[in-house]
């Protein structure tokens, strides 16, 4: 029972996160605001996955969380790089 309930408050608290996140990646106003903000919401479905295994008592929602947490730590390196690239490009061209 509360089990259940403590379950139903996570999958609500990751719902709003993930509501929270996607507004600061809409709105964000630099770059690096929008790669965080998807950084987060990655998370939030890393989570979400974690507590459907919960719910259900299955194993199979822990192998789905754990390669999108896999893919999320690559998207954001890989868009972390190209930000710094581009960062330093700019200095480049203005010296």
Do not use: H, N, W
């Not at 403590?6 to 790669?35: E, H, Q």
């Not at 890393?46 to 507590?51: E, I, W, Y």
């Not at 972390?80 to 490009?89: N, P, V, W």
Request: proline share 1%.
């Amino acid at each position: 029972m509360i089990l259940e309930t403590a379950i139903l408050f996570g999958f609500a608290l990751v719902i709003l996160g993930v509501a929270f996140a996607a507004i600061r990646l809409v709105r964000g106003p630099t770059l690096a605001d929008r790669i965080v903000a998807l950084d987060v919401m990655t998370v939030q479905l890393v989570s979400f996955g974690g507590l459907a295994a919960l719910q259900s008592r299955s194993a199979g929602f822990l192998d789905v969380a754990v390669v999108l947490a896999l893919v999320g730590f690559l998207a954001t390196v890989c868009l972390a790089r190209y930000l710094e690239r581009r960062i330093l490009l700019k200095a480049e061209d203005l010296q």
